[in-house]
């Protein structure tokens, strides 16, 4: 077969795409943002160092609505990243393998991730008064 004929990935034309590859992939953006997360929690740390004009402008922009739109993003890749995370440590104990359980585990996790995620922001407010 010449080189130009030849499929650039093969395995498309051999695997389905299926909910427990969306995850998988998601596993790892989601790993990504909270690195990306972690260099901006970086940012808000030096800005206390710095002094008190460094940290008003580090609340400002944490505290408009981009800002919290990403801290908002950022809880809920931890919450996800921490409980798929949970899920493939049972894989690697030879649990939950068959697809039916890999598939219901998946969906457990994106729930407990939604739902950790209100719950963090929930109590965030609650304990602010309302405001964040």
Do not use: K
């Not at 970086?42 to 739109?69: D, H, N």
Request: hydrophobic share 55%; net charge positive.
């Amino acid at each position: 077969m010449a080189a130009e004929n030849r499929p650039v990935s093969p395995h498309l034309q051999i695997y389905r795409f299926m909910w427990t590859m969306a995850l998988s992939i998601l596993h790892r953006i989601t790993g990504v943002f909270l690195t990306i997360g972690t260099i901006f929690l970086v940012y808000w740390l030096v800005s206390v160092a710095a002094g008190p004009t460094a940290y008003a402008t580090a609340q400002e922009l944490i505290a408009s609505w981009p800002g919290r739109l990403l801290l908002f993003g950022w809880t809920l890749a931890f919450w996800y990243h921490f409980c798929n995370g949970l899920r493939h440590l049972f894989w690697d104990a030879g649990q939950g393998l068959d697809l039916g359980a890999a598939r219901l585990s998946g969906y457990l996790a994106v729930a407990a991730a939604v739902l950790l995620t209100l719950l963090t922001w929930y109590a965030a407010y609650a304990t602010h008064g309302g405001v964040l």
